[in-house]
């Protein structure tokens, strides 16, 4: 009746762990490798390198993190929302816009960082070195909790920051246009790369 008991509550707290950030990232990153090797790819296929390559992604934080406090603070919830969708459209339109006019090379080699977790683990960041051609390229995804997982706010790549430079990008346009200006704007870029 012990064991029973105990195998029950193991099970039980093995079920609630959060999941391990660097496990997470490499399954998803040899399953996205896997498609992307592939000499041609169904729509069905696309759409599931569509989300390999984004699903991690918090694009409603992201999109939240891209904007200056003063549009975040002046702007209505319903206004925020069409960005973050816009902004993610963009985003996930931009990368099988790549993956669709880059040919893809498999990494040479790639060695996955400890973790290192901040804000008493509710943020952890994941720094991964990844050899090609003898170039050594350094991405460090940068993830909050969410529930028993992580999903991923920025992207770091080689010391340029994704949600930084959209920042910097957002915030020159705002000094000139409103932010229905750049929700257009947006809209316009993701509609662009899906062609």
Same mark, same amino acid.
């Given at each position: 009746?012990?064991?029973?008991?105990?195998?029950?509550?193991?099970?039980?707290?093995?079920a609630?762990?959060?999941?391990?950030?660097?496990?997470?990232?490499?399954?998803?990153?040899?399953?996205?490798?896997?498609?992307?090797?592939?000499?041609?790819?169904?729509?069905?296929?696309?759409?599931?390198?569509?989300?390999?390559?984004?699903?991690?992604?918090? /694009?409603?934080? $992201?999109? @939240?993190? &891209?904007?200056?406090? *003063?549009?975040l603070? #002046?702007?209505?919830?319903?206004?925020?929302?069409?960005?973050?969708?816009? /902004?993610?459209? $963009?985003? @996930?339109? &931009?990368?099988?816009? *790549?993956?669709k006019? #880059?040919?893809?090379?498999?990494?040479?080699?790639t060695?996955?960082e400890?973790?290192?977790?901040?804000?008493?683990?509710?943020e952890?960041?994941?720094?991964?070195?990844?050899?090609?051609?003898?170039?050594?390229?350094?991405?460090?995804?940068?993830?909050?909790?969410?529930?028993?997982?992580?999903?991923?706010?920025?992207?770091v790549?080689d010391?340029?920051?994704?949600?930084?430079?959209?920042?910097?990008?957002?915030?020159?346009?705002?000094?000139?246009?409103?932010?229905?200006?750049?929700?257009?704007?947006?809209?316009?870029?993701?509609?662009?790369?899906a062609?």
């Amino acid at each position: 009746m012990n064991k029973i008991i105990f195998a029950s509550l193991f099970m039980c707290v093995a079920a609630f762990a959060t999941q391990d950030p660097v496990a997470l990232l490499k399954k998803n990153d040899t399953e996205l490798q896997k498609e992307l090797r592939k000499k041609s790819h169904t729509p069905q296929e696309i759409e599931r390198i569509k989300h390999l390559s984004s699903g991690l992604f918090d /694009f409603a934080k $992201m999109a @939240e993190r &891209s904007l200056p406090r *003063r549009t975040l603070d #002046t702007t209505s919830p319903e206004l925020k929302a069409e960005f973050a969708r816009e /902004f993610q459209r $963009m985003i @996930e339109n &931009s990368s099988i816009h *790549r993956f669709k006019t #880059t040919k893809f090379t498999p990494p040479d080699s790639t060695i996955y960082e400890e973790p290192r977790y901040r804000r008493n683990g509710e943020e952890v960041w994941v720094s991964i070195h990844s050899w090609s051609k003898g170039k050594d390229m350094l991405m460090v995804y940068k993830m909050d909790k969410e529930g028993n997982s992580w999903r991923v706010w920025d992207l770091v790549i080689d010391d340029l920051s994704t949600t930084r430079n959209y920042q910097d990008q957002f915030k020159s346009i705002l000094e000139t246009k409103s932010f229905n200006e750049l929700i257009k704007t947006v809209k316009d870029k993701a509609d662009e790369y899906a062609k």
